[in-house]
């Protein structure tokens, strides 16, 4: 990968990130291109953790996102425990960037697979004062649809209600927009009946 870093992009992909994290400058397509040719010379990786967790040890932020794909792909091979190594990875320099992928993507495939962890682990997140998992809790159900669990998503979204932030206020119209494309009436009843903050109440109702 960083062989394949090209400066030019550098500077544009910190400067998106608000000059936050470092960068090697490899763009989404030329990763998954160096991800594709590394596989067909040396093939699958056999352990996606241990990996995630040598690239979670790079400086740039490429090295995250590489991890979670790599995860991503493996998502049902892994055991039930690998949700703490995915909670882990969320409070590791968390941005949206990476949270909204490991919450989608990796909480919301490993919960599928082993439903039994949702109770207790969304109780943490959503009961705990990290605005991060919060923000998982709140969005791990964002593929589910028809599927989604709507009792638990207007719980999650009712507890951070008198949130401020930006990240939390997002989640909760994303959370909500998504579903109303699989039950609009109960989103509109939702969001009726409590009282979202502007940028929530804007994204939950895009649609409408």
């Not at 682990?121 to 709507?150: H, M, P, S, V």
């Not at 990240?167 to 998504?178: E, S």
């Given at each position: 990968?960083?062989?394949?870093?090209?400066?030019?992009?550098?500077?544009?992909?910190?400067?998106?990130?608000?000059?936050?994290?470092?960068?090697?400058?490899?763009?989404?397509?030329?990763?998954?291109?160096?991800?594709?040719?590394?596989?067909?010379?040396?093939?699958?990786?056999?352990?996606?953790?241990?990996?995630?967790?040598?690239?979670?040890?790079?400086?740039?932020?490429?090295?995250?996102?590489?991890?979670?794909?790599?995860?991503?792909?493996?998502?049902?091979?892994?055991?039930?425990?690998?949700?703490?190594?995915?909670?882990?990875?969320?409070?590791?320099?968390?941005?949206w960037d990476t949270v909204d992928l490991l919450a989608s993507t990796l909480v919301g495939g490993?919960?599928?697979?082993?439903?039994?962890?949702?109770?207790?682990?969304?109780?943490?997140?959503?009961?705990?004062?990290?605005?991060?998992?919060?923000?998982?809790?709140?969005?791990?159900?964002?593929?589910?649809?028809?599927?989604?669990?709507?009792?638990?998503?207007?719980?999650?979204?009712?507890?951070?209600?008198?949130?401020?932030?930006?990240?939390?206020?997002?989640?909760?119209?994303?959370?909500?927009?998504?579903?109303?494309?699989?039950?609009?009436?109960?989103?509109?009843?939702?969001?009726?009946?409590?009282?979202?903050?502007?940028?929530?109440?804007?994204?939950?109702?895009?649609?409408?």
């Amino acid at each position: 990968m960083k062989e394949h870093a090209e400066p030019e992009e550098k500077q544009a992909m910190e400067q998106y990130m608000r000059n936050q994290f470092v960068f090697l400058g490899l763009r989404s397509p030329k990763r998954r291109v160096i991800y594709r040719d590394f596989v067909a010379e040396h093939g699958k990786p056999q352990d996606a953790i241990a990996i995630a967790k040598e690239l979670y040890t790079q400086s740039e932020r490429e090295f995250y996102y590489m991890a979670i794909d790599i995860l991503t792909k493996n998502v049902k091979k892994q055991s039930v425990d690998a949700v703490d190594f995915y909670e882990l990875l969320i409070r590791t320099e968390p941005w949206w960037d990476t949270v909204d992928l490991l919450a989608s993507t990796l909480v919301g495939g490993h919960f599928a697979l082993y439903p039994e962890l949702i109770e207790k682990y969304n109780e943490k997140w959503i009961d705990g004062d990290d605005i991060w998992l919060a923000r998982t809790a709140i969005l791990f159900q964002l593929k589910y649809k028809d599927k989604t669990d709507a009792e638990l998503l207007f719980a999650n979204c009712a507890k951070w209600l008198d949130s401020d932030e930006f990240f939390i206020q997002k989640a909760i119209g994303w959370a909500l927009r998504q579903y109303a494309k699989f039950d609009a009436d109960a989103v509109l009843a939702f969001v009726a009946s409590h009282d979202l903050a502007s940028l929530s109440r804007r994204e939950a109702l895009k649609h409408f």
